[in-house]
């Protein structure tokens, strides 16, 4: 049985803009969904820091792009 990555990964690779990092943790089971206690997600950090290909990587994987952080935005 195999385990998804710490949702961790997947936060620290959109940051980065590391779109084969992130290509290659979705495929291996990350969660596009999951988010810090304040409740930023990879989509949210992506697009913050103007990472387009890695932004288009992560909607190819269906995140639920209504989700608010903490604060609401």
Do not use: C
């Amino acid at each position: 049985m195999s385990l998804a990555p710490p949702p961790g990964e997947l936060q620290k690779a959109a940051n980065d803009g590391d779109a084969a990092a992130v290509a290659r943790l979705l495929a291996a089971g990350a969660d596009v969904d999951a988010a810090t206690s304040a409740g930023i997600t990879a989509l949210w950090k992506a697009s913050f820091y103007g990472h387009l290909v890695v932004v288009e990587e992560l909607l190819g994987a269906g995140p639920d792009v209504h989700k608010a952080t903490a604060k609401g935005s």
